[in-house]
């Protein structure tokens, strides 16, 4: 009997553990797990039997697939505002320009790894240190609830520009000319509505996933056959796809997926070279360099009239190296214009970048809160759109998350208390939305202390409910609440026990659970209704 199958599986067990443990003690720390993978990596390397096929095979799948998702969160009326597009370009341009001059310093210190540095493998470094990391930062605002506000949106949008100049520079890396066959390829544009059509009809379970990898990988086989990259076919793919109302659906479901098969790539990231005491003193030094790319952020964001909360929240996301930086640093690894030492430097370099941006993004509203006036000395004198007084006179109760919950007890409240309702939320969508239904509503972030400023001081509010989508933003507007001295009633919805003993342990009068008012809810709905129909129970 053939055994060897159980050394494999021990094996894999092994790494898959390794993975984990440090993945799971990453996130222990508010790290993403990809550092522990980085690191995992970096211990796997000094083995001599890991199976590098192996993770080869898993980073071309998560490439793909991360390809693809960008794909579908591409918004074009979105990317051609100015403040987007101008600002991602002039600073991708400013900092490789910077950045390539102080890397080209670095050889003079006679460091080993900078022994055949050249200009042009400092600009190609420059450039992979240009893009800040998309999994970092969506993470980061899903966790806070920010992925609908004004800088989530900002920062999403220059993501999206830097990860298409980064397709494209994978696209030219290959050195080869297309095919005569690929001007078949503009056949895809009227496939776009078979693409639609299976989108409609294939659910929303499995089928959906597997529709997925079906797309972005026969998107990027087919490219390759046409002597294009394959990854910007998945690209493509997914920005035909991208306007459907299940693109975002589509989106979610291949997200673990993604995750999944990119822990190969960061692992081959360790595997890619020798770690020595000397990479990681660069390594530290790349890091500092984030300083310059976050104060351009701010100066470029600030120059484009957003409010110093706005360009400094954006700033703070965007302070950080990208798991993208590293695909490119990979690819000119594999066309010799870079050393294999740079691939460790610059996964050290994210690794470090993420530990100082979780540190900045945790503490970035008190840093706003505690020095405001200095922060708002750099705001343009021109008065920004969304800087103005809140009109709320007559009234009492304020309902901030105007979802599913929030719009039903808003209703709920104007029935009884009329006119004297208002709602708030963040995403411009939904306010415009509910405009349109004639409900009182404002858009604004309530974790802003701008918000609270620019609200008239003289306000009646009496009542405030938070029936917001995540625990932490509702500590955050807590917070907010405290720090404007507001001394009437906060009611508040959690979703768990724990939940529920923190905020009443912060002085919050009514604290429901979710799922039991849902429940009760459901019960009274179907009570009336019985009632309607004359049932009698027995």
Sequence with gaps: MDLGWVAIAVGDVAWLSLAFGLGFTARSLGLPPLVGFLVAGFILNTQSDVNTELFQKLSD????????????KINLKTLIKPQIWAVTGIHMLITVLFFSLLIYGLAFLAMSSQANMNLTSALVIAFALSF???????????????????HGAIAIGILIMQDIAAVIFLALSTHKLPNIWALSLLLLIPLRHLFYFILRHVGRGELLILYGFLLAIGGAEIFELMGMKGDLGALIVGMLIASHSKADGLAKSMLSFKDLFLLGFFISIGLAGDF???ILIIAAIITLFLLFKTLLFFALLIGFKFRARTALLSS???????EFGLIVAAIAAKNNWIANEWLIII?????LSFIIAAILNHKVNHIFSMHKSYWRKFQRKVRLEDDHQFEVDNTNIMIIGMGTLGTGAY???????????????????????????????????????????RMQQQHSIELVM????????????IEQLNDAQYHGKIAAITKYPEQAKRLQKAGIMTVANLYAEAGSGFASHVAKRISELNFVSK
């Design 132 to 150: 800040s990391s998309t999994v970092f930062v969506v993470k980061v605002l899903e966790d806070k609830g920010e992925l609908k506000s004004l």
């Design 61 to 72: 799948i998560g490439i793909t697939l991360l390809l693809f998702t960008v794909g579908l």
């Design 347 to 351: 996964a050290i370099a994210m690794s």
């Design 411 to 453: 209703y709920k409240m104007k029935s009884i208390y009329e006119n004297r309702v208002v709602g708030i939320d963040i995403d411009l969508e939904v306010v415009n939305k509910q405009q349109n239904l004639g409900i009182n509503i404002i858009q604004g972030d309530p974790s802003d202390a701008d918000f609270w400023d």
């Design 276 to 278: 020595s005491f000397e």
């Design 316 to 322: 703070f996301n965007l302070a950080n190296y990208s």
């Design 466 to 477: 938070l029936a917001l989508p995540t625990f932490n933003t509702t500590l955050a507007v």
